[in-house]
């Protein structure tokens, strides 16, 4: 242990004399300090060292643990994850990775990453009408290009598709597995030519006219149960569409640009008529399914079986006394 000179000693009167009075004060402090350590003292009786608060201060530290945040949760646990940029770029919106998006990638360019534009409509974008027909507007155009153009409904629609072959009683419907990526190229395709702004990508593949005909073959789908096969789509099957429509427009992150979800549950809410009178009604509660995690957990759970909706089959209408069956928007 090192010795501090004694104020009181000879040597320290004669280095004082000398002029070394630095020294002197350096010497003195240190053994001021020393003294502290070895009583425990801090300037006071029962107070605390310097040595020992930096140590509390760094043990209080590693008792801190950082809070964790619960995952958004979506189709698989290694999806869960986000990104975002204040910027305006690459994940401006909170948008969740897709297995089905990123497989895909080779053979549909529109699912590469792409720098999303940052939104620039605020207002709320009504569904344009003319009487119970749905049409075109100025709008609605410049509203599909401020998220991003077509690309981005073909995202969406591909997300859908990724969960609907998974759903319990959505899949039994598809009578054609060529991937998520295409079906929900041709369901985008027919979303963009009804927004408008980028020509007409459904007429143009050679489908127009053919959506009843895809729709009639999904009711008569082998995968279907022989007692439900030929049944029409009925009020759980249109609520298991929009829950699931509008989870994969929330994965992509077009929550967060409202005047787009807004319309889009407008939208939709519109067309699911066609296919079940009692549904459109059911829109609103739909697109606040998807956004409740306690919802898509129990989901998840239940083997992707919507048992809150799912109802057994009652009296059928039959093709002709149904005034939507020939109606193809």
């Known amino acids: 242990m090192k010795q501090y000179l ?3 000693s000879e040597e320290f009167c004669n280095m ?3 002029g070394k ?3 002197l004060e350096a010497g003195f402090d240190k053994m001021i300090n020393a003294g502290r350590n070895k009583s425990g003292g801090g300037g006071g009786v029962g107070g605390t060292s310097t040595s020992r ?3 509390m201060t760094t043990t209080k530290k590693t008792k801190k643990t950082k809070k964790k945040t619960k995952p958004y949760l979506t189709d698989s646990p290694h999806r869960h994850h986000h990104h975002k940029d204040s910027k305006g770029g690459q994940g401006y919106y909170v948008e969740v ?3 089905a998006i990123e497989a895909n990638v080779a053979t549909c360019p529109f699912l590469r990453a792409k720098k999303w534009p940052k939104p620039t409509v605020t207002k709320r974008v009504p569904l344009a009408t003319k009487g119970f027909t749905h049409v075109r507007s100025e709008g609605i155009a410049i509203l599909l290009k401020d998220i991003g153009g077509g690309d981005r409904i073909r995202r969406i629609c591909t997300r859908f598709y990724e969960k609907a072959f998974q759903d319990q009683v959505l899949r039994t419907f598809m009578f054609e597995d060529d991937s998520a990526a295409h079906h929900g190229k041709r369901l985008a395709d027919w979303i963009i030519e009804k927004m408008g702004g980028e020509g007409e990508p459904w007429t143009d593949s050679g489908r127009l006219g053919l959506r009843q005909v895809s729709h009639s073959k999904a009711w008569y789908s082998e995968k279907r149960e022989p007692s439900k096969r030929g049944r029409r789509f009925k009020l759980d099957d249109c609520q298991i569409w929009m829950r699931l429509m509008f989870w994969a427009a929330r994965d992509e992150g077009m929550a967060q640009h409202k005047p787009f979800f807004n319309w889009y549950v407008d939208f939709i809410k519109h067309f699911i008529r066609v296919y079940e009178r009692t549904a459109p009604p059911y829109a609103e509660e739909s697109a606040a ?7 898509i957990a129990a989901y998840i759970k239940d083997g992707r079986m919507m048992k809150d909706v799912i109802i057994e089959p009652s009296a059928e209408r039959g093709p002709y006394n149904d005034p939507y069956f020939f109606f193809d928007e």
Do not use: D, I, Y
């Not at 399914?289 to 919802?295: L, R, Y």
């Open 6 to 8: 004694n104020p009181l």
């Open 16 to 18: 004082a004399l000398a």
């Open 53 to 55: 608060k930096k140590k």
């Open 21 to 23: 009075v630095k020294q």
């Open 97 to 99: 990775k897709s297995a």
């Open 289 to 295: 399914w998807s956004a409740k995690q306690e919802n």
